[in-house]
Each structure stands twice: as structure tokens, then as C-alpha cells.
């Protein structure tokens, strides 16, 4: 079982997942800092690259956008119908034809963000429009209707033709009576599968609307514009987060909470019955202690209740989770200990993946077993606390060398990447140099200023902690360089410099 508790400020809204007490997701959305996944742009082609096969594209924001040729599907240009789905290709044997041909810079293009921007890259585009609703995904360029792989095989069928008999009514009614031969594509989310056809009808609906709105906006704006933005994530908690074993959504504001209400009343009604306004006198944060594991979510080390503990490390190309045994000893020997670590270990790596939102490729240094079963086991257990995930896993098996490769999708900006920045004093390296380093760097930079200039005086500015060491243990070594280039040499602490920082003014 499952409570959502939503903690909203004007500047910014929390959200927090707790399944049996603990928090396993966390969700942040800064009013200035929101996310742009599902946002439709009429973009400009500012740039081709054939050698990258690749485009960018200008969408308005700081940086450009970036569009592979593999995701141009069937691109709409205003004033254009929908037509094939599928990748252009060259009818003469099948190969994918450049993106030279597909697009030309300054052209205006109908374009959906699929990826934030993150780091130093653009966001990620793609031609192929879907629009999410409550029930069914729309995909206007396409007539395939397909069904959420999470729904039972043996159903599948039969809700395809429900579904294409809906469709082909919505498009038959909007057309006076005649089905086109393009009523797009509509997938059925997971929890569309006991959906009434009144209420797959509605969906069908809206999101027809919404596309014709699209198109219509298309024309009427300049590139560079926004044409459709997706759901708030406060309107995302009903429409993705709630589910059947959903027991509660607490809300700790009474505006947003009947905002929420009348939007879930209006689209998703069996979520919208589950909204309570949170009247506590305690932050609700506070009734798990969420504020608490944010804390520790934004640190390297985990501790597991045996003793044992994970460290995460967290770099531009992959995550790395080291298990460690630490201070457990409670199992008879020593294969048992490691056994029992690495289980605990699989269920809160699962779940630190989800709380810190960790996407891409990330490696698993399970404690080494002897035993074959043990590590089937930890696999085991591994993958079905995978699969609680909303967001799409795949997990190895054991390497060679004992390791677990596995990805997660990314999306988002991790926990990390939206709550902080690289340190200032060590650039994000996570190390300093020693007082001392930083003392033999100086000296050295005053031989090599010396050589070149000829001041009246130098004088060395930096942190306390290298400046008492100047006054203390080196203070020989720069009275003889003081000597050697006949130069006085005074000190000046500077309190907001890193221990790393200097500078040396010539006087």
C-alpha cells in the first residue's frame, strides 16, 4: 500500500511516495526550474551535421536542442498532414535516408522534447508527437493502436477492438459520418485496462482537441514558440502516480488541494476521490521524516540496518554502488554475513535508484559469494525490487569480475543535479589540496613572477589555513626565497577563499 504526500510552496512543490512507511520516490518541481519533457515546440533548424547525422534545433531556451535522425519520424511542418510513422527510408534498399535530406536549416519544425536538457547537453528531440492523457497516449502521425505490455496477454485483443471501434466512431463523428484513413494512434496505459468506453471515449476526445489545437496554434505562432505544455506534477501525481494500492493523496495547501480536486473531477474522478487536505499542526514532510532522507539521498554513504552499508558515487557517464559489510557480524560465518548484507543491499539499492531518480548505466559491486545460489538469490531479489519501479530497468547477470550492470532510464535531472551545485572550493572534484601543496604552489609561482617582473614587494593572498602555515612550519622556507630573489614577501589571510585558492599581488 501506498500515500503520496504533497508538500506546496509558491516556489515549489514536493512530492513524496511512501510505500510500507518508508519513502521511495521523491519528485521536485521549482516554479521557475520546470521541467520541459512532453513540451511541444514549433522549432527552427539552426544547424545540420551529417557527419553527426543530426540537427539542432532552436526551440527559445538558452541552449539549442538536439534531433538524431533516428528520431525524425514522418516531421510535421505547419500547415502539413500526418502522414507515414515510420522513419523516412530509401525505397531503394532500405537504408535510412540523412537527415541532409529530411531537414534544411531554417526550416520550421513541429518538435517534442524526450529528454531534459542535463549537464551541458541541449534537450533531446523527437518529431514523433505523443500527448499523454489520462487513459490512452495519442501519437497523431500513427494508425497502430497498441496496449501497455503490463495488461495480460490474453486481453490484449480484446481491448484493441474496443479501442478501434471508439476511435473510429470519435473520427467518423468528427468528419460527418466518414472515417478517414488517418485516425492517428492510441496506446492504453496499464491503468486504462478496466476503463468504461464512456470514459475511453472522453480521453479519445481530449486529446483529439488537444492536437487540433496544436496544429491550429502551429500556424498562427512563430518558430521558437510554445504550443503545448504537459501537466503540472501536481496534475501528474493523479494522472501517473496514483494507482489502485494508492490509499491516500495529502495536499498541505487548501488552494492547490481544490485546484487538484476540480481537475481530477473533471479527468481522472477515481483518483480525485482519494485528495484529503492535510490540517496537521506538524510540516507534512515530518510525518515520515521525508526531509530527513532528503538528507541522506544527497549523500555517498548509505547505512543498512545489519551494519553494513552502500557508497554511491555518482559521474557523468555511469553510478557506481560499492556494498560493503561494515560492522555486521550477526551471522554464524562469514558466507552468511555476506549473503545477508548483499540481500539487504539489493532492496535499498532499488530503492536509493528511485529516491535519488538515478538514470543511465549504473554498476553494482555486490560483496563477492562463493556460493552460486547465494548470488541467484541477490540477483532475485534485485530484480523483483526492480520491477516496483514506474521507470524502465534492466539488470545483468553477475560479470566476471563479480559486478551487476544494469540501466535506468533517465528523463530528469537526478536528485543530486536539482537540489545542488559543484562545491566551489573544489570545483566538484570532491578533494582539496593540503595547506601545504597550496604553500609549495606559491612558492613556486613567486620564483617564476620573479623572474619576470621586479615589484617593490610580493604579496601572498589566500586562505588562513596556508597563510598560518607560511607563519608557522614553512616560515623558513619563505624567508629564504625572500632572500634569494631580494624581494620582501608579506602575507594577507583572506577568510572567503578555499584552502585551494591563492593569489599573488605584486606591489
Not at 157 to 181: F, T
Not at 319 to 329: I, L, P, R, S
Not at 357 to 367: A, C, E, K, R, S
Request: proline fraction near 4%; include cysteine.
Amino acid at each position: 500500500m501506498q500515500d503520496i504526500l504533497i508538500n506546496w510552496s509558491p516556489q515549489e512543490t514536493r512530492v513524496a511516495l511512501v510505500e510500507h512507511g518508508a519513502v521511495q520516490e521523491l519528485h521536485v518541481e521549482r516554479t521557475l526550474e520546470r521541467g520541459l519533457v512532453g513540451n511541444i515546440y514549433l522549432g527552427r533548424v539552426s544547424r545540420v551535421l551529417p557527419g553527426m547525422q543530426s540537427a539542432f534545433i532552436d526551440i527559445g531556451l538558452d541552449r539549442t536542442a538536439f534531433l538524431h535522425v533516428a528520431d525524425i519520424v514522418a516531421p510535421f511542418t505547419p500547415g502539413s498532414r500526418p502522414s507515414s510513422p515510420t522513419p523516412e527510408r530509401d525505397h531503394r534498399g532500405g537504408a535510412m535516408v540523412p537527415i541532409e535530406k529530411q531537414v534544411f536549416e531554417g526550416q520550421s519544425l513541429l518538435v517534442q522534447v524526450i529528454k531534459d536538457p542535463i549537464g551541458t547537453k541541449g534537450a533531446r528531440l523527437s518529431t514523433q508527437i505523443s500527448i499523454a492523457g489520462r487513459l490512452l497516449v495519442f501519437l497523431p502521425q500513427d494508425n497502430h493502436i497498441g496496449v501497455s505490455q503490463k495488461i495480460p496477454s490474453d486481453l490484449r485483443d480484446a481491448l484493441r477492438s474496443r479501442m478501434q471501434a471508439l476511435i473510429d466512431a470519435a473520427a467518423a463523428a468528427d468528419s460527418g459520418g466518414v472515417v478517414p484513413a488517418n485516425t492517428g494512434g492510441f496506446i492504453l496505459r496499464t491503468n486504462g485496462e478496466d476503463s468504461s468506453d464512456a470514459e475511453l471515449a472522453e480521453d479519445i476526445a481530449y486529446l483529439r482537441k488537444t492536437w487540433t489545437r496544436i496544429r491550429e496554434l502551429s500556424t498562427r505562432k512563430p518558430p521558437m514558440s510554445l504550443l503545448h505544455q504537459d501537466l503540472s506534477l501536481l496534475q501528474r501525481v493523479l494522472r501517473d502516480m496514483t494507482v489502485e494500492d494508492t490509499q491516500t493523496i495529502r495536499i498541505d495547501s487548501r488552494e492547490q488541494f481544490e485546484s487538484l480536486l476540480k481537475f481530477g473531477l473533471e479527468f481522472m474522478p477515481q483518483a480525485a476521490g482519494k485528495l484529503q487536505l492535510y490540517k496537521g499542526e506538524r510540516p507534512i514532510f515530518d510525518l515520515y521524516s521525508i526531509d530527513e532522507e532528503i538528507a541522506k539521498a544527497l549523500g555517498r554513504r548509505v547505512d543498512l540496518k545489519s551494519g553494513g552499508y552502500l557508497v554511491v558515487d555518482q559521474t557523468e557517464a555511469l553510478t557506481t554502488v560499492d556494498v560493503n559489510t561494515g560492522g555486521f557480524v550477526g551471522a554464524r560465518n562469514f558466507d552468511d554475513t555476506i549473503f545477508k548484507t548483499n540481500l539487504e543491499a539489493a532492496q535499498a539499492i532499488a530503492r536509493q535508484l528511485r529516491l535519488r531518480n538515478l538514470g543511465g548505466i549504473v554498476i553494482v559491486d555486490f560483496i563477492d559469494m562463493a556460493r552460486d545460489d547465494h548470488r541467484e538469490q541477490v540477483l532475485g531479489e534485485f530484480r523483483k525490487q526492480l520491477a516496483r519501479d514506474r521507470v524502465k530497468t534492466t539488470a545483468g547477470g553477475f560479470s566476471q569480475l563479480g559486478l551487476v550492470e544494469m540501466t535506468r532510464k533517465r528523463t530528469r535531472e537526478s536528485l543530486a543535479h536539482m537540489l545542488c551545485e559543484p562545491c566551489l572550493a573544489c570545483n566538484g572534484q570532491g578533494i582539496v589540496k593540503t595547506a601545504r601543496s597550496v604553500a609549495y604552489d606559491v612558492l613556486r609561482e613567486i620564483l617564476r613572477e620573479a623572474r619576470q617582473f621586479t615589484p617593490r614587494e610580493f604579496r601572498i593572498v589566500s586562505s588562513p589555513q596556508v597563510i598560518e602555515l607560511f607563519l608557522d612550519e614553512e616560515s623558513q622556507h619563505l624567508a629564504g626565497l625572500s632572500d634569494f630573489i631580494g624581494k620582501p614577501i608579506s602575507l594577507q589571510a583572506e577568510p572567503a577563499m578555499g584552502q585551494g585558492q591563492y593569489d599573488i599581488v605584486l606591489l
